[in-house]
C-alpha cells in the first residue's frame, strides 16, 4: 500500500462528502487506502457517508477522543508506506497527492511535507508552513515583532514569509490540515501526542520528526483549507484548547532548558489568549448587530457550470432565494473561468464552479490568480452530492445547514 489518508472528523458531513469527493478524484492512479474516523457525530455523519463512499474504512467512536488519539488510532491500522493527515474542512487538488509522493520517494531524507494551503478567497494561509515556535519565536509572534517585519527572517521566522511560496521549500512545522508523512519516519519519531487535544499536535509531532534527523517541507501544491471555519472559534472553548495546547509544547520541549522564562512564558500565553478572546467576542457581536452581515439577499453569486449544472443550480437558487447569474463553462472552452475577458465578477460575492466542468485543480489555480485583483469567495456545486458549498453555507434541495463544529485547524 503507498498511501493511507486519515480523515478526523465531527459534525461536518457535507465538507467531509466534498473532501471525499476531492480525494477520490486525486487517488486515481494511486495504490491507497482512505480512513474516516468519526468522533461520535450528531448529525448522522457515518449514515449519510458510508453509503456513497463505500471504498472509505471507518472508525466509529462513541466519544469525541480528540484530534490527537482518533488520528492514532488509524494510523495504527493503516498500512501506508506514507500517511496523510487531511483535515475534513478541505479540497484537494487532483495532482496534489502524485506530486507529494513523487516528492517524497526522490528524497528520502524528508520526514514530512506540507502543501500550499489557500482560504475560500483564494488568499494565501501563512499557516502553511512555519518556524518552530521556540521562546524567541514565540515572543515575536505574540508581541507583534512578527507582524511589523514579516519577512525578517529572525523576527519573522513564525510563519516564514520571506521564503518564495510558489517554490518547494524546507521548514519547520507542516500543518495537520495537510500532512503526508514518511511511515518509517513515523514509526522513529512516534505517533501523535494525546496530550493535545486538539491543536499543537502538528507543531510537536514536526519537532520530533526534526530531532530524528528528518527534514520537512513545504510544497507549493493546492488545496483549499476553510480554515476551521466551522468551528466556534469566537468560543471560550476554543480559545481554551489552542493556548493550552501552546503551554504544553513550551513545557514538554522548552521548559527544562529554560526554568526562568516558564513564569513569563505562562503569563504571555494567558494575557494572549484574553486579548484574542476579547477581539473574537467584539468581532462576533459586531457581526450580529450589523443588519448587512444578516442579510442572506445582499450576496450575490455567479455560475460557471455545464446546462445540466445550471438547471438544477438554478432550480436550488429560487427555493433558497439566492441572487445567481449563470454562465454556460466549462475548463475547456473557457479554462480562464470567472478571470475570463467576457466575465465579470465585480459585484459578486462567490463565484460556483460546476465541480464536472472543472477540475478542483482548475479552481484552485483560478482562485489564486484572482486573489490579487478578483477576488470573490469560492462555492462549488456538484452534480453529484446536489449540494452548493461554500465556507459558511450548504444548500441541499430544500435544506440549508449552517456550518458545524469540527476537529478542523
Given at each position: 500500500m503507498k498511501l493511507s489518508i486519515i480523515i478526523v472528523s465531527f459534525n461536518v458531513k457535507s465538507y467531509l462528502e466534498q473532501c471525499l469527493v476531492s480525494v477520490r478524484r486525486a487517488c486515481r492512479g494511486i495504490e491507497a487506502e482512505v480512513w474516516v474516523v468519526d468522533n461520535a457525530s450528531s448529525d448522522g455523519t457515518v449514515d449519510y457517508i458510508a453509503p456513497r463512499f463505500p471504498e472509505v474504512r471507518w472508525i466509529k467512536n462513541t466519544e469525541n477522543k480528540g484530534f490527537s488519539r482518533a488520528n492514532n488510532m488509524a494510523i495504527a491500522r493503516s498500512e501506508g508506506?506514507?500517511?496523510?493527515?487531511?483535515?475534513?474542512?478541505?479540497?484537494?487538488?487532483?495532482?496534489v497527492l502524485a506530486g507529494c509522493l513523487a516528492f517524497m520517494d526522490a528524497h528520502p531524507g524528508a520526514g514530512a511535507t506540507g502543501?500550499?494551503?489557500?482560504?475560500?478567497?483564494?488568499?494565501?494561509?501563512?499557516?502553511?508552513?512555519?518556524?518552530?515556535?521556540t521562546p524567541f519565536t514565540s515572543f515575536c509572534k505574540m508581541s507583534g515583532l512578527c507582524a511589523l517585519f514579516p519577512e525578517s527572517r529572525r523576527f519573522g521566522r513564525y510563519y516564514m514569509r520571506y521564503l518564495d511560496r510558489s517554490e518547494t521549500n524546507p521548514i519547520d512545522v507542516?500543518?495537520?490540515?495537510?500532512?503526508?508523512?514518511?511511515?518509517?519516519?513515523?514509526?522513529?519519531?512516534?505517533?501523535?501526542?494525546?496530550?493535545?487535544?486538539?491543536?499543537?499536535?502538528?507543531?510537536?509531532?514536526?519537532?520530533?520528526l526534526l530531532q530524528c534527523g528528518y527534514q520537512n517541507y513545504y510544497q507549493p501544491l493546492r488545496i483549499l483549507h476553510y480554515k476551521g471555519e466551522s468551528t466556534h472559534k469566537s468560543s471560550f472553548r476554543?480559545?481554551?484548547?489552542?493556548?493550552?495546547?501552546?503551554?504544553?509544547?513550551?513545557?514538554?520541549?522548552?521548559?527544562?532548558?529554560?526554568?526562568?522564562?516558564?513564569?513569563v512564558i505562562r503569563s504571555a500565553v494567558v494575557a494572549r489568549a484574553f486579548l484574542d478572546l476579547c477581539l473574537r467576542q467584539r468581532e462576533r457581536l459586531f457581526k450580529w448587530f450589523c443588519p448587512r452581515g444578516r442579510r442572506r439577499s445582499c450576496?450575490?453569486?455567479?455560475?460557471?457550470?455545464?446546462?445540466?449544472?445550471?438547471?438544477a443550480a438554478c432550480k436550488l437558487s429560487l427555493e433558497h432565494g439566492l441572487k445567481m447569474d449563470f454562465v454556460?463553462?466549462?475548463?475547456?472552452?473557457?479554462?480562464?473561468?470567472?478571470?475570463?475577458?467576457s466575465v465579470s465578477c465585480k459585484g459578486y460575492d462567490y463565484v460556483v464552479y460546476d465541480t464536472g466542468a472543472y477540475s478542483y485543480a482548475k479552481?484552485?489555480?483560478?482562485?489564486?490568480?484572482?486573489?490579487?485583483?478578483?477576488?470573490?469567495?469560492?462555492?462549488?456545486?456538484?452534480?453529484?452530492?446536489?449540494?452548493?458549498?461554500?465556507?459558511?453555507?450548504?444548500?441541499?434541495?430544500?435544506?440549508?445547514?449552517?456550518?458545524?463544529?469540527?476537529?478542523?485547524?
Open positions: 508506506e506514507y500517511v496523510l493527515l487531511l483535515n475534513p474542512d478541505t479540497i484537494v487538488g487532483e495532482d502543501v500550499a494551503m489557500l482560504k475560500d478567497d483564494g488568499d494565501f494561509a501563512w499557516e502553511s508552513r512555519r518556524g518552530l515556535p507542516v500543518s495537520g490540515a495537510f500532512c503526508m508523512v514518511r511511515r518509517s519516519a513515523l514509526d522513529k519519531a512516534g505517533l501523535l501526542d494525546e496530550d493535545f487535544f486538539m491543536y499543537g499536535e502538528d507543531i510537536d509531532l514536526s519537532y520530533r476554543y480559545v481554551h484548547v489552542f493556548y493550552k495546547a501552546m503551554l504544553i509544547f513550551f513545557d514538554k520541549h522548552y521548559r527544562r532548558s529554560n526554568p526562568w522564562l516558564t513564569p450576496k450575490s453569486y455567479l455560475f460557471l457550470g455545464r446546462p445540466d449544472a445550471i438547471e454556460v463553462a466549462d475548463e475547456a472552452g473557457m479554462p480562464d473561468g470567472h478571470l475570463g475577458a479552481v484552485l489555480e483560478l482562485l489564486a490568480r484572482g486573489a490579487e485583483t478578483d477576488k470573490v469567495r469560492l462555492g462549488t456545486y456538484s452534480m453529484e452530492t446536489g449540494k452548493l458549498v461554500t465556507m459558511s453555507r450548504v444548500y441541499d434541495g430544500g435544506k440549508e445547514q449552517a456550518c458545524g463544529s469540527g476537529t478542523v485547524k
